[in-house]
């Protein structure tokens, strides 16, 4: 349910349609995965996520299900 800009860098910048982007952020980080937030106007609703290693996709794939569910 994420909406996913183009990249050809190695993070994504993604944003869901039904859930505000910082509360999103501090989910994560509750759960010790860092990501970036920006919390500029245009930008807000979105996170800036490095790609990591799959274990680490993995975890972050299973949180997201988690908070957004």
Not at 39 to 67: C, F, H, S, V, W
Request: net charge positive; glycine share 6%; aromatic share 10%.
């Amino acid at each position: 349910g994420f909406e996913t800009l183009p990249s050809s860098a190695n993070f994504v910048f993604t944003q869901h349609p039904k859930h505000d982007g910082e509360k999103l952020y501090l989910a994560l980080r509750e759960r010790g995965i860092i990501v970036r937030y920006f919390k500029t106007p245009r930008i807000k609703n979105y996170l800036r996520i490095t790609i990591g290693t799959n274990e680490q996709m993995n975890i972050l794939i299973d949180a997201l299900r988690d908070i957004v569910s």
